[in-house]
């Protein structure tokens, strides 16, 4: 699902909605969204990082990805 999909599932409700995450596909938990972050998903290593440009925010180099498979990603936390 990208951005605009998600956008248009958004459409109709009310702002005051709680937005609560399922901890896994089985629905075994669930939690409020705590926070959302821009970052790059990696698909080969099923794992998200930083973009570059988080370092101007004192973000760790180590922690952020340039590589040329990265994909725009917004992380929800939970």
């Known amino acids: 699902m990208n951005v605009g999909e ?3 599932r958004l459409e109709g409700i009310s702002d005051d ?3 609560i995450l399922s901890r896994d596909e089985e ?3 669930f939690g409020p969204l705590d926070s959302v972050e821009k970052m790059v998903y990696i698909p080969d290593w099923g794992e998200v990082r930083y973009p570059p440009e988080a370092t101007e925010n004192g973000c ?3 922690d952020c990805y340039d590589g040329d498979d990265g994909v725009k ?3 929800l936390w939970p």
């Open 60 to 62: 760790d180099p180590e």
């Open 73 to 75: 990603a917004l992380v």
């Open 6 to 8: 998600f956008k248009k």
């Open 27 to 29: 629905g075994n938990g």
């Open 17 to 19: 909605t709680a937005i």
